[in-house]
Structure formats: C-alpha cells, structure tokens
C-alpha cells in the first residue's frame, strides 16, 4: 500500500504606519532563453544573492508549555506538572526598512518570546502586528536603533512570473544557518484547498524546502521577492522537490493590513456559491473545455447578484485571466482591496454570446451583528464561545459564507461543552424544541432550569439530536 502524503510545514521544532511598502523594481521584459554554451553553463546566481541575502531573516520563537508528569505517580498524590521551554525556528523577510518582517504563523504561533537574527547576526526582539492564520503569515516588528534603516527585499506582484522561471529559496534550513537552494517555478496557482477559502493559490518549485526554511524566501532572477516559502508536500518529511510558496500579491495584501493598524485582513465575497465546471457539465453547457466557475446560487443583494450575475452562468475569465476552477475565481476576488473592481467573462445560462461584468470587490456585510458571548452556568453549552452566524463570520472562520442564519461554535473551553462533545464550527439549531436564531436565544434558552436538555447541531452539513441530563 502506498504511504499517504502529508502536508508538512517547513518548521524545525526545537509600524509604524505612514511609509509606503517597498515597491518592486521596473524592469524590461525578461529574455527568457534555455543556456546555449558551457560559459553560459557556468553562470552564477551569487550577484542575485548578494542583493537578497541581508533581507532575510532568521526567526526563534519560545514558548512555556506545561509537561505532564507520568500518570501513575499522579495517582498517588505525587508529581507537578512541570514547566518546559519549547522552541521553533524559521525564517523570515525584510519588507520594510523599518523592522517590518514577513514569515509564516506557524513559526511564530503561540510564541511567547521572538528574536529576530538578522544576516549580520545581530538579534532584535520583535512583536506580532498581524497573524493571519488563513494565509499562514505574520507580520512582525522589530525596534531599531535611532535612524537605523534595513535593507528590503522588494515584492514583484506583478504576476508575470512563468513556469520554467529560475528562482531562488534562501532561508535557514534545520537551523544550520542561511542557506541558498535553486530551482525553478513548477507550477503556479496551485490551490490545495479545491474552495480556494484559504486564500492563496500557491507558486510550487522543486527549489529544495527544509524544516527551518518556513517564512523564507522564493526570489526571481532580479532579486525581487515573488513568494514567501510555507510548506512541503513530501513522505519522508525531508524535501523531495515539491514546495508551496504564498505568492507575493497576497503578503503585499497581509502586509499592507498590518502596517495600516488593522487587526484582520479583510477579504472581499463574491456573495455566491460557486462550483467547478467539470467535464460533464462542460458538455451539458456547450463549453469546449471543462474550466470556469458555474454559479449554483446567489447571495441576495450581494456582490455578485449587483454585478448581473445569475444561477446557472459560467465565470470564464477574470481581469482577462482564465478562470480555471471556483477555486481560481475565490483567489482572484479575495485578493483584492474592498472598493476594487474586476471584469469578468460570463456565459449565460440562457444562451447568447459571452457577457462583460463588471464586479465591484466588497467585505462581507457583519449582519446580523455577532453578539459574541461565553456561556456559562449548569447547561451542556457551558464553556462554549458563540457568535451571530453572518457572511461576515463565516468567511472569517472559512466557512460557506451563504449558510443560512443560526449560532455558531467559535471556540470551546473547559467545561460540560467540552465534555459533551461540542466543537468549534458547529451551529445550534434548537434547544429542547426552540429553534435558536441568534445568540440571544440560546443563552435565553442556557438560562432555564431544566433536568434535561435535548439538543440539535449542525455538522458538516448534518444535523444531530442528543439528549443530556443535567
């Protein structure tokens, strides 16, 4: 039997607002050209990484974690928990000259105390100015001596970048110390998630990935960053050529959030659920291949619905880009800033020639309000933290932002919530018989003195029935 892959992040475990992001550097349309002699052969890449180089950064983060001591002792009155130090290392880049760097949330997450290594070795505590868990990134800052500027990497969201492109990794590998890998770009809009709800369709390149490499660079062949190194798709745990990167349109977006004083990044909707067209489909619509993006439904009033979409077209292109997949269309419309537009090619539905809309990017609308509350008191719900279901909500939590209204399971802490089997992502639909509408109904409902509850949740798109004694 085949092993199974596995999706490894590249981790060894062990704003100052008012100045404009680096900007990429103009120039001339690339020559691209396979070598034709051995001089050519023999051409080195080290003036490309003599400019990147002093960018990139090396990342420690500590964090205290509790140890349980051996059960057997704790049964007898003996043994602490002890208290251990837990370290992870990454990478990192200078985006702004100020201390503004870039790396990956897992490599900072939960991270307690984190030191930045600058290439000249000196060490700078920094602090977190954005996660963005979705994306896998986190901006940090770092305080610099007065008047004291870094050098950048500058970010080429172009997206002109080509399969076959030569590029560069540089980060820290297994802690070794700065390391520099090539290859080349081996495929681009490389969506893991078939939804595309994460956000990212990824750039993968056989440039070889490692434990420590996380939050590290992917540079082209002028020094420009087009991606910041995230994970690896490998079986042994180790690089075997295949490596994501979060391309450098969506760090601008992250990065742009946090310099700006924002504490999440707004990602616009397309207010309307959206398939992939399959080969089957393609037939039934008289298309030539099986690409786009079919609308299954619409949001009433939203994005999509304002721009002249309807149930059953076909999203063929997007900003003259192909749509490839629903997955394509999702990056294309949540990378962009709220306020943007885009143009995209419709077929309809009905037949006709292919159709020009104009799609104008918007955030989610936070409606009903979330009324964020953590339960309490003798009740299965105990310990649960839940919102107001809204688009807003769901996109947030990478939900399907056209699920209908109810209670949503945010978080679940100690307690008979816990206990009972509740998880984050569930919706409440009744309680002993009353339908819960909003959070304001169920913590009305939490509230009564009951011997019994009888409880209905939603699941994965499935509704359960349980019945608890209290």
Do not use: C
């Not at 837990?86 to 702004?96: F, K």
């Amino acid at each position: 039997m085949r092993a199974p892959r596995v999706l490894i992040p590249a981790l060894t475990i062990a704003l100052a607002a008012g100045q404009a992001l680096a900007q990429p550097a103009t120039f001339a349309e690339p020559t691209r050209a396979a070598p034709t002699s051995a001089a050519a052969m023999k051409s080195s890449f080290a003036p490309v990484v003599q400019r990147a180089a002093p960018a990139v950064v090396n990342i420690s983060a500590k964090r205290i974690v509790r140890q349980q001591v051996d059960p057997f002792w704790q049964m007898f009155g003996l043994g602490v928990p002890q208290a251990r130090v837990a370290q992870s290392l990454g990478s990192g880049v200078i985006v702004r000259a100020d201390g503004i760097v870039v790396t990956n949330n897992h490599v900072v997450e939960g991270g307690q105390e984190i030191t930045v290594a600058l290439n000249d070795r000196r060490e700078f505590a920094a602090k977190i100015l954005l996660a963005d868990p979705r994306t896998d990134l986190a901006i940090l800052k770092i305080d610099l001596p007065a008047g004291e500027r870094l050098q950048v990497l500058a970010m080429d969201d172009s997206g002109d970048t080509q399969v076959g492109d030569l590029v560069l990794a540089i980060g820290d590998p297994f802690g070794v110390g700065q390391t520099v890998t090539n290859g080349i770009v081996s495929a681009l809009n490389r969506i893991t998630d078939p939804t595309g709800e994460g956000g990212s369709a990824y750039i993968q390149t056989d440039a070889a990935i490692n434990p420590g490499n996380s939050g590290g660079a992917l540079i082209d062949m002028d020094g420009d960053l087009i991606g910041v190194n995230s994970f690896i798709l490998s079986r042994s745990g180790t690089s075997s050529g295949v490596g994501f990167a979060i391309p450098a349109a969506v760090v601008r977006r992250v990065v742009e959030t946090a310099v700006g004083g924002g504490r999440a990044v707004v990602r616009p909707w397309l207010g309307a659920r959206i398939q992939t067209v399959t080969a089957e489909m393609a037939r039934s619509l008289g298309l030539p291949l099986p690409q786009g993006a079919l609308v299954a439904d619409l949001y009433p009033g939203g994005p999509a619905a304002r721009a002249g979409l309807r149930q059953g077209d076909v999203v063929l292109q997007a900003d003259g880009r192909p749509v490839v997949d629903a997955g394509a269309l999702n990056y294309e419309i949540r990378n962009r800033r709220p306020g943007e537009s885009l143009q995209i090619v419709v077929r309809r539905a009905t037949g006709g020639p292919d159709q020009t809309l104009t799609l104008r990017a918007e955030a989610p609308p936070a409606n009903p309000p979330r009324d964020e509350r953590t339960l309490t008191g003798r009740n299965p719900f105990a310990g649960a933290t839940v919102v107001n279901l809204s688009p807003a909500v769901a996109e947030e939590l990478g939900l399907d932002a056209l699920t209908q209204t109810g209670v949503l399971v945010t978080n679940v802490g100690a307690g008979p919530a816990r206990n009972v089997g509740l998880r984050r992502g569930d919706i409440v639909r009744e309680v002993n018989g009353v339908r819960m509408g909003s959070v304001r109904d169920l913590a009305a409902a939490t509230s009564a003195q009951v011997r019994t509850w009888r409880v209905t949740i939603e699941r994965d798109g499935r509704q359960v029935t349980a019945v608890f004694s209290g």
